[in-house]
């Protein structure tokens, strides 16, 4: 017997299913070997000898993924939100990368970045480093250290960049990516290798050809940007001629879905073209609401997402967004989409708080796996959130409470966190 | 000498105008008896025997208002967000007043609202009660205690509300808001009351003439909402055909501006003849964005008015919005107003943040006469901040650490708070 196998008595909530809350007062949740074995009124027999938690009062919900954040962003966050994206990128976000070419400076910040993680409500995350080999093994060891569960991508970036942050040729970038895996792809038990071209402006042709070689030999999964703003769609155009849209552009290479699990961040301006070729492909869309909103980038149509069958999750994208806290990406998920329909489009309603959670939990989960979701058969990933300090005791049922805590909760709410039954520190 | 005489040394930031930071890293301000006498390099002679507290890296920037906020709404805020205007107040907020009949309630209710002021960066603040004189009294006396200054106002209502929160006829409501000024006005130090129709829909003719004629002779200042949502603007134009627009059925009262100083909360959708007459009476706007979005009301056109000279500040608006905090306004206002720009109207351009830094600190403070700036001759109403969480050392302009602490900061941050020169417990 592990330290994975215990009871948790609380008021349980997770996703019933897009749009539902299944909820118990007061109960047990059994987890053994690091797997739900389900809730129950009273415990089961064969579970009498592990160690029951009373966690009283508090809540307990499935932890949060975090589908989309760049942790060599994380130091300038909350700054030069006045510009669109690729002035952005330019002006905060590329000298700031570069930096990581010291070995010094990206143990220092991505420990800062890690501790934030652990402070929060996040259990797994896909993480975008930058092309910086060195830098990008000691995220992926500062990961490990955490307990969290995650991918970490080196970057790829080999056109369209400033000469400090560009990789020198195709086939560089392409055979240090190999040399990266090699080294890192069973190295750890929590952190893997993600395939990571930075967005089609950043990569030639020609490197993405080679990255989807890469894809196909070692069997990775790939993370990128997609459709997020009108200059870049446009750009892209220009760039990629051949492509039917946007997302076309990584599908001719092999790295958009279909074999390789493969996550898009944003897709705010989407074509049906696109959507079609996302479902088609079981795309995961890594929606990222504070970052649209500080770039003016937009809002996606997150409702029509989830009614279509989309795989949907949420993404703090630091630093378009300003905070790695879930709770604060769900509840301007909601605020978003209420603003699109307002002021856009009637014909796509707000998100309730039901589906917010979702995202958060079992949407961006299952990039992962059976994760998200507290039900029988599922890695157990958990938070223990006191909500004592708004709270009335007796008022609320428990998914009132949970809706409550999307738009007060922070980290400091967070009383235990467990990642696949792990109890890591927060 | 009293103890609002002293000196402060640290990194301070106020508005200079709407559009700019005024900064001075590592100086000097003095606060005589309540009151800024400036920033200085070193301190000049007069002032020589001071106490000076060394504020070291942090930043010293004016204290926060919150131009509108609903005090007894605060135990369900975060709930309910599902809804437009008229459902979420008959549904969430009418039952939920309605208990501040009890006044034991209302102690222990108000209580956890003013803690949360008083922990946060507000300084002044505009609060709406019940229409329940006790406990609007308990307020008033725990917000006295607070040191905070403010204006509360018990509420009138006598049309299109529940019987149970409803006053008994225009006579009655208004003889009982006289009672409760004339118990009131000269009672306290730091909290005055304020003229509080709820809004037109819940106001008849009658009572807004009462209210007219008792701020003629009480000179009281008026509060209430305004233009806020589209199915509450039609609803006005049925109740009221005699306005010329939603703001008339309040200026033909004496209760829109000119003589009475008078807040507006949302003032979303104003036309431009109901913009005219705002400016040319001086009514000052609470522009409330969390709640504008929470409540799917829309994004009011916050840089327009800021352009054309309107008097603009923030407001909470809790329940409408989670969140008593003005940072968190601060940030939301800036993010919808991208979103206004990006989905709805390219003419009105987003807010940058020191417009809203204006917003939080003189546009608002203006309310309550020379308050919300620093500079020579405010009172001296001032937040210290401890930015260390998130700041590098060295690397970032005062004007760069202000605007990342509208994203980053909340009430953990703030290490002393000043009202009128007094110290008061964060």
């Known amino acids: 017997m592990t330290d994975a196998n215990f009871i948790l008595k609380g008021n349980i909530c ?85 930096r990581y070419g010291d070995e010094v400076y990206a143990r220092q910040m991505y420990g800062k970045f890690v501790n934030e993680l652990k402070r929060g409500g996040t259990t797994r995350a896909c993480i975008f480093a930058t092309v910086h080999i060195p830098a990008t093994k000691i995220l992926m060891e500062l990961m490990e250290e955490s307990g969290l569960i995650s991918y970490v991508g080196k970057v790829n970036m080999d056109r369209n960049s400033p000469d400090y942050l560009r990789e020198e040729s195709a086939e560089c970038s392409a055979e240090d990516t190999r040399k990266w895996i090699e080294e890192t792809g069973g190295r750890y038990r929590f952190t893997k290798p993600i395939l990571t071209p930075r967005f089609t402006p950043s990569c030639t042709d020609e490197l993405m050809r080679r990255l989807g070689e890469l894809q196909k030999e070692y069997q990775l999964p790939v993370q990128s940007h997609l459709s997020e703003n009108y200059q870049e769609i446009d750009w892209v155009k220009e760039l990629c001629p051949a492509a039917a849209f946007y997302g076309d552009a990584y599908d001719m290479f092999g790295l958009f879905g279909r074999g390789p699990c493969t996550i898009m961040a944003h897709c705010v301006h ?50 378009g967004g300003s905070t790695t806290s879930i709770f604060r990406a769900m509840s301007l998920a909601i605020q978003a989409s209420k603003l699109r329909w307002r002021l856009k489009d009637e014909t796509v309603n707000p998100l309730t708080a039901q589906e917010t959670f979702y995202m ?57 966190k467990y990642v696949a039954g792990r109890k890591c520190s927060v």
């Open 14 to 98: 997770y996703s019933r299913d897009i749009s539902r809350f299944q909820t118990y007062e007061k109960s047990y949740i059994i987890c053994e070997r690091g797997i739900s074995r389900g809730v129950f009124d009273v415990i089961p027999e064969q579970y009498k000898t592990f160690p029951l938690f009373d966690c009283g009062e508090q809540l307990i919900i499935p932890g949060f993924t975090d589908l989309h954040v760049h942790a060599p962003q994380f130091p300038f966050r909350g700054l030069g939100m006045d510009m669109e994206l690729l002035d952005w990128l330019n002006t905060n976000t590329f000298p700031e990368e570069a």
């Open 270 to 319: 989407s074509t049906e073209a696109e959507q079609k070729r996302m479902k088609e492909n079981g795309v995961f869309i890594a929606h990222c609401p504070e970052s649209n909103m500080n770039l003016a980038s937009g809002v996606a149509p997150v409702k029509k997402y989830l009614a279509e069958g989309q795989r949907v999750g949420l993404g703090s994208d630091v630093a």
């Open 360 to 416: 958060a939990t079992r949407g961006g989960g299952e990039f992962f796996g059976k994760v998200g979701s507290l039900e029988t058969g599922y890695e157990f990933d958990a938070l223990v959130i006191d909500d004592s300090a708004w709270d009335i005791p007796g008022r609320y049922t428990v998914g009132e409470r949970v809706e409550r805590m999307i738009y007060l909760a922070d980290e400091r709410c967070i009383r235990a």
